[in-house]
């Protein structure tokens, strides 16, 4: 409670950027934004052999957002072009984790927003892989992160709403899409992003990020810090096709500087994904090489005290810089405790995504 209080005060007292009136010229500059880490732990799993394990089932990185001068927690999703503040605007009598797996109709709240505008006629679905969705009508606000202000933004309002194949609750309040417009959902007039709509006011049109594994970091909007890196940039060229996603062509895999098989594959940069998903012909030549492994049907299992190797990401084409990143092999342990434990890499169905364990 303390953090997100001192969160929505950063927002409040930060030097805002915005657009500006016809007779004012733009001055641009960037904003730097605190990010959080969150997981949402899995139950506790106590086998028959007597171990314990203690597992996450998805997670992600938030942000403080004020949407009409109302504090939500988003996420961090390159893999959504829409902006949704959706819990907040649910009836407070109405938990959703009282409704698990339901599908149930709600009103939004009548807000203290002065600034909120219809958009008659427009509105927006999504649906997600582990069958969660939403709907509703689409509204113009003003949504503030970190001082970066966009007016009149285009956000999805959540008036329906079906949690996942056992899922009791949500974590936030839905995303901050940073993914390209072709993948907005609002209809019949597809909209921008964030990203999209601020691009005329930040120095640069980019947005980076800086994440650690103590659970800091934050996000720019406007500039990348390179006090924040060793080494040289990757610039990878992106294929964001029709679908509106960071999607990077021909990429191949290797590990401890040897290539592991596995055809090349697209991948998308989700950062609203938990999992890294590789071809299976990889993920089983990686887990072949630890000791203690086991295959559950082409899912991995590993004794949990053990070391993971280190993970590459090998690009067929970079505008500069190395061909190839490393993930750490910490990175892609999922859990903790006396047995076999679980991992954040899986098989993919067609194309490869990268989510938290790239970041």
Request: proline share 6%.
């Amino acid at each position: 409670m303390h953090l997100l209080s001192a969160a929505a005060l950063s927002l409040l007292a930060s030097e805002a950027i915005a657009l500006p009136s016809p007779k004012q010229s733009i001055k641009k500059r960037s904003v730097k934004v605190s990010a959080s880490h969150w997981l949402r732990k899995a139950p506790v799993q106590k086998r028959d052999d007597g171990s314990v394990v203690v597992t996450n089932d998805g997670g992600g990185w938030t942000l403080p957002v004020l949407v009409g001068g109302q504090q939500v927690i988003q996420n961090i999703d390159t893999g959504s072009a829409d902006g949704l503040p959706a819990l907040n605007f649910l009836r407070k009598n109405r938990p959703m984790s009282k409704f698990p797996g339901a599908t149930f109709t709600t009103n939004r709240s009548r807000s203290k927003s002065t600034t909120a505008q219809p958009m008659d006629g427009e509105n927006y679905s999504l649906g997600y892989g582990d069958g969660s969705s939403s709907s509703g009508p689409a509204i113009r606000e003003e949504v503030n992160i970190g001082g970066a202000i966009v007016p009149n933004f285009p956000i999805g309002v959540c008036t329906e709403l079906k949690l996942g194949e056992g899922q009791t609750s949500r974590n936030t309040d839905g995303p901050v899409g940073l993914a390209f417009k072709y993948g907005n959902s609002i209809r019949p007039d597809q909209q921008g992003t964030f990203m999209e709509f601020l691009e005329p006011l930040v120095d640069q049109p980019v947005f980076s990020s800086y994440f650690t594994h103590d659970d800091t970091g934050h996000v720019e909007f406007g500039s990348s810090d390179d006090s924040q890196k060793t080494g040289d940039y990757t610039v990878v060229p992106v294929n964001n096709g029709t679908d509106g996603s960071w999607t990077l062509s021909g990429v191949s895999f290797g590990s401890g500087g040897n290539a592991l098989p596995g055809d090349a594959i697209d991948m998308i940069m989700d950062t609203g994904g938990a999992g890294l998903d590789v071809p299976q012909a990889t993920l089983d030549a990686y887990f072949q090489g630890v000791d203690g492994s086991q295959n559950n049907q082409g899912s991995w299992t590993y004794p949990c005290g053990a070391t993971l190797p280190d993970f590459n990401l090998n690009f067929a084409t970079v505008n500069s810089g190395p061909t190839s990143i490393t993930i750490p092999g910490d990175a892609l342990k999922n859990g903790d405790g006396t047995g076999q434990c679980g991992t954040w890499m899986g098989a993919a169905d067609g194309r490869g995504s990268g989510g938290l364990p790239v970041l």
